[in-house]
Antibody
């Protein structure tokens, strides 16, 4: 069965750091783009970052650029999120997400969907 | 700025009724790269619809998506008790950036 399990969340002071990890199982991890999506308490979903299957291509939301680094270990089937200089507005549940090819648009183009989500890990930034 | 606006914010209906949820984009969505997700309380989201109108694996046919350009709709015919949740739209044509709508809460009347 396909699983994503996040860890590493906790309480941290403003300006502090945390490293989130996501352990994947049940699929060929190295074939997929992996994303992090966060959800502040009582609010909606916000895309944070993504990493390519081989780890060489990464992208970030403007709100976290320069403070957060995504990486992956394909040998260990994990994806990580190093979070530095944390702010109160980073307080959220952080979800690890798999992006999968889910449908065909044309001979060469496909639709992709976030089809597997972890249960989330909670990050609280507060003094 | 790329924005998705969902309406209504909250929709109150009874089981068996039909739900119509809207997602409007500030800029036209290319090739219908628009998806819908369902999130129940305390759980992660679940992919419902991709490509604006295609159901994801295992999604019941009472869920349907439609629309193109800037206006998209998620319709749930004959609401079941388990359908009451929060629904989000997501556009991915502006990759590498992804934009979610703010969500519509579907509650039992």
């Amino acid at each position: 069965e396909v699983h994503l399990v996040e860890s590493g969340g906790g309480l941290v002071q403003p300006g502090g750091s945390l490293r989130l990890s996501c352990a994947a199982s049940g699929f060929t991890f190295s074939n997929y783009w992996m994303h992090w999506v966060r959800q502040p308490p009582g609010k909606g979903l916000v895309w944070v970052s993504r990493v390519s299957p081989d780890g060489t291509d990464t992208n970030y939301a403007d709100s976290v650029k320069g403070r957060i680094t995504i990486s992956r270990d394909n040998a260990g089937n994990s994806v990580n999120l190093q979070m530095n200089n944390l702010r109160a507005e980073d307080t959220a549940v952080y979800y690890c997400v798999r992006l999968n090819r889910v449908g065909k648009l044309s001979d060469y183009l496909y639709y992709y969907g976030m089809d597997v989500w972890g249960q989330g890990t909670t990050v609280t930034v507060s003094s | 700025e790329v924005v998705l606006t969902q309406s209504p914010g909250t929709l109150s209906l009874s089981p068996g009724e039909r739900a119509t949820l809207s997602c409007r984009a500030s800029h036209s969505v290319t090739s219908n790269y628009l998806a819908w997700y369902q999130q129940k309380l305390g759980l992660p989201p679940r992919l419902l619809i991709y490509g604006a109108s295609s159901r994801a694996t295992g999604i019941p046919d009472r869920f349907s998506g439609s629309g193109s350009g800037t206006d998209f709709t998620l319709t749930i015919t004959r609401l079941e008790p388990e359908d009451f949740a929060v629904y989000y739209c997501l556009r991915s044509d502006t990759s590498p950036m992804y934009t979610f709508g703010q969500g519509t809460r579907l509650e039992i009347k």
